[in-house]
């Protein structure tokens, strides 16, 4: 918000130096984030006198003017300005000068005479919205004084925080002024000279639906003439960052400004029979707004209407039929207090962010609907003229009591630290408009309202009652009134001190698992990505990847490692149809990183993101979180020592495994997945390890030829993982289980088993491990061979065996006898023979 020095003084009396005021502000939470001087772009501009006014001997619509400005011999300049007499005070811009925009004056020739300068509209300089004629300043205005001088400003750039709506506007930051410096603060003084006929006679108001709009005050003023705003106003509403539009409008910005009220003027004669109803739009219904864009309105959507439709959108925009025009000689005030969720919906609902709508978004005072009606009344009667009629329409007259709660001064001063005596608490609440009282007996302290009330017995503690203003709407529990105290006292008093009480124990990080699959992905050579969590209807409709088995999560697990099921969940006010299903797996997504990749020119993308899905079982919300990788194009550059290869499955395989290790899992157990799409049929796992503690699961999978085409995807083959991992939202690595380097040697020896192609290789590794004993120690495939002399429906998988025996040398015997077993085991179980 823009805060111009002079106009908060007329509030408030502010001895501070702009750069002092700032620093106070911002220790009381009002951030000034920027201090601004309004007016110094006017350089080389001063005040001048016009001495003569002449016609121009060879332009009909231009001047010649000799212009006094208080120092050396006139100046001549050349005008177009109609407005202009001898003895007029104005600006003149120098040669030289440089006016907003970066506008530069020269001395030039008009018509064959030379122009020393440049008389100045008000338009020109940014101090009024008058581009017609030149700026008339004061007849006392001193001659050849600098106008960034006379009419420059200091403005202060400050962030209100959005719980402090009271704070939107000059008052209620000269109240803050005010609490900070000991000054008085100064309510405008509202009086309303009522003239004109009954109001009732001109405006009735009708409230539907009272939930959303909880008061409405309306004004009538007729016999209105439309102008400028005076000169003065508009450069207050410049410095504020308001465009002045006319008397009447100004008169509503204006009071918007300075008590943070927002309030509508509409025509008067575009009411039908004077009768504004406060109402849900109806399906069908349109409204051109002040924006001149019509719009279809929606029927969740607040509107204000008379008898034959919409004439605007309540607290957000009017409506361009019932806009203030030049010809309006009767206008109706609208001062409400609007249901602020209501409004920001409807704000976001149609893109509409105005000044208004901000203020009403974080609520409202209740009585300020009826100040701000009386307010906008009277200073368009002074602005304007007319007769304001008598009494005003008010939905809501009774104005609630001011709320209160009860505090511990003990408490207050435990929480910040040290002693705060009770008679300085209640002097620094009072500098905020909080007055207190001691409490009855039997209050009870309000200490938490959200998630969950809390309300606790004092005990022996001394009580007070904090009687709030009614303009505190932040102010709900025990901690708020301690954060008053602290903030007018000013956070640099409280003492800085050790805390006394024990550190908490310590705490592993909940996402010590997390950061251990990331780091070992990105050793492994797989850059992570972060993508979207919200995606197309379309991507999510393509992919149909299979759900997990439905179920609770595992014992010990959160709600989180859950398995992935339910139905999408759409965005029901999406940004972009792109962005408006919350996935429910990342396979997706990283087909996306691939084809942008690939529309780049890179064709080898090894890729992992760590994210979470989403379903909807029912009408609850579910959520998992899972480890996605996606392989495509060349697994290594050719070099000297290897040639270029694809990513395969086993590739995935690999990076399964070596997660296994990281989680000290055991070997996974692959089983063979007949899914069909998006699964490319024989070349897709479920993958299953797991401990009494530890899970991993999931799918490993080269993706069917029709769904990498549904990506426009050119690699050949992309190979996928979707792994759900215990631990990834939250939980910690196991234990490392150190066991000493063995005192004797272990032998290898090396197996090669033939068997039909169809046979998957861990039925044959369960197999030797069935039968071989407990010397065994790993067993590891290192070789598949499909050729001569083996039949086409035969492979040959060579595993190589390591035993050995913590207390002693194996004999050939021990060896020889655990390898016959293996032998005889795989021919019976497996019906396979041994390559030899």
């Known amino acids: 918000m823009r805060v111009p020095l002079n106009w908060l003084r007329e509030y408030v009396d502010v001895q501070l130096s702009p750069e002092e005021l700032a620093e106070r502000l911002t220790l009381l939470g009002m951030e000034v984030q920027a201090i601004e001087h309004w007016g110094a772009d006017w350089r080389s501009v001063v005040v001048g006198e016009l001495l003569t006014v002449e016609k121009h001997p060879f332009a009909d619509r231009l001047h010649l003017t000799s212009v006094n400005i208080g120092s050396g011999e006139p100046l001549h300049i050349v005008c177009g300005a109609n407005n202009i007499a001898p003895g007029q005070r104005v600006p003149v811009a120098l040669p030289g000068a440089v006016l907003p925009g970066d506008r530069r004056i020269e001395r030039t020739e008009k018509m064959g005479i030379a122009s020393e300068g440049m008389l100045c509209s008000g338009d020109e300089l940014h101090i009024t ?5 030149i700026l008339i300043l004061p007849a006392a205005t001193p001659l050849g004084q600098q106008l ?10 400050v962030d209100v925080k959005p719980n402090r709506g009271d704070a939107l506007c000059l008052l209620g930051l000269a109240r803050e002024v005010a609490a900070a410096t000991g000054a008085a603060l100064r309510w405008p003084e509202i009086i309303v000279k009522e003239t004109g006929d009954p109001v009732s006679d001109h405006l009735r108001v009708d409230v539907r639906v009272p939930e959303l709009c909880s008061r409405f005050v309306g004004r009538w003023i007729g016999g209105v003439k439309i102008g400028p705003s005076p000169d003065a106003i508009q450069m207050r509403l410049r410095a504020a960052g308001m465009r002045p539009v006319s008397n009447v409008v100004d008169a509503s910005n204006y009071v918007m400004l300075e008590l943070g009220k927002p309030t509508h003027a509409f025509n008067g004669a575009a009411v039908t029979d004077g009768t504004i109803i406060v109402r849900m739009a109806e399906r069908g219904e349109r409204l051109e707004t002040l924006d001149h864009v019509e719009r279809e309105l929606m029927p ?110 003990a408490r207050v001063s435990k929480l910040l630290g040290g002693a705060i005596p009770t008679a300085d608490q209640r002097d620094l609440l009072r500098r ?103 995606v197309s209807p379309a991507d999510e409709a393509a992919l149909a990847w299979p759900d997990d088995e439905s179920g609770p999560p595992p014992d010990g697990a959160s709600v989180t490692d859950g398995a992935s099921i339910g139905q999408p969940i759409t965005v029901t006010n999406p940004l972009s149809v792109q962005h408006s299903v919350l996935r429910r797996h990342l396979i997706g997504s990283l087909l996306n990183v691939l084809a942008l990749n690939e529309r780049q020119g890179r064709e080898s993308v090894a890729i992992f993101e760590i994210g979470q899905g989403y379903g909807r079982v029912g009408d609850a919300p579910r959520e998992w979180n899972r480890l996605a990788f996606l392989l495509a194009g060349s697994a290594a550059q050719p070099g000297w020592n290897q040639a270029a290869r694809a990513y395969d499955i086993d590739d995935a395989k690999g990076l399964v495994e070596l997660l296994c290790r990281l989680l000290r899992l055991p070997a996974p157990v692959y089983t063979a997945d007949e899914t069909g799409l998006p699964l490319h049929p024989g070349r897709a796992l479920t993958v299953v390890a797991q401990t009494e503690r530890e899970t991993l699961s999931g799918r490993v999978a080269e993706l069917h030829p029709d769904t990498i085409a549904r990506w426009d995807v050119r690699a050949g083959s992309v190979v996928v993982a979707e792994l759900a991992i215990k631990g990834l939202a939250g939980g910690n690595l196991p234990n490392v289980r150190v066991q000493p380097t063995p005192r004797f040697p272990e032998v290898d020896r090396d197996l090669a088993v033939i068997v039909e192609n169809a046979r998957p290789a861990a039925h044959i590794e369960a197999s ?15 070789d598949v061979y499909r050729g001569a002399p083996l039949a086409a429906s ?43």
């Open 768 to 782: 030797i491990r069935g039968h071989a004993g407990e010397l065994l120690r790993r067993v590891t495939l290192f």
């Open 794 to 836: 035969e492979k040959s998988l060579a595993y190589r065996l390591v035993f050995g025996a913590r207390d002693r040398t194996l004999t050939e015997v021990e060896i020889d006898g655990a390898m016959a077993q293996v032998r005889s085991g795989v021919e019976v179980d497996l019906g396979a023979h041994i390559r030899t």
């Open 300 to 409: 969740d959507t607040l509107i204000i209407a008379d008898s034959k439709g919409p004439i605007g959108i309540a607290g957000v925009m009017g409506g361009a039929a019932s806009e203030i025009g030049d010809d309006t000689t009767a206008i109706a005030v609208e001062s409400a207090i609007f249901d602020p969720v209501s409004i920001r919906r409807t704000g976001h609902r149609y893109a509409l962010r105005s000044e208004a709508s901000l203020r009403f978004e974080k609520g409202q005072e209740f009585r300020l609907a009826r100040i701000g009606a009386d307010r906008v009344a009277q200073l368009t009667q002074a602005w304007a003229g007319g007769t304001i009629a008598r009494g005003r329409v008010d939905t809501a007259s009774v104005e609630p009591e001011p709320a209160r709660l009860a505090f511990r001064p």
């Open 129 to 133: 919205s008058d581009a017609e004629g």
């Open 432 to 534: 905020v408009g909080i007055e207190t009282e001691l409490a009855p007996a039997g209050t009870r302290i309000q200490v938490a309202v959200e998630p969950k009330p809390l309300v606790v017995d004092p005990g022996s503690e001394e009580v007070l009652v904090a009687v709030m203003p009614t303009w505190r709407r932040d102010l709900a529990i025990e901690a708020d009134v301690t954060e008053e105290v602290a903030r007018i006292r000013g956070y640099e008093m409280t003492p800085a001190h050790l805390p006394d009480t024990l550190m908490p124990a310590y705490r592993h990080s909940p996402l010590r698992v997390r950061d251990a699959v990331r780091e070992i992905m990105a050793g492994a050579g797989i850059s992570e990505v972060v993508t979207h969590a919200l």
């Open 148 to 157: 960034s001088d006379l009419y420059g400003d200091v403005v202060l750039d």
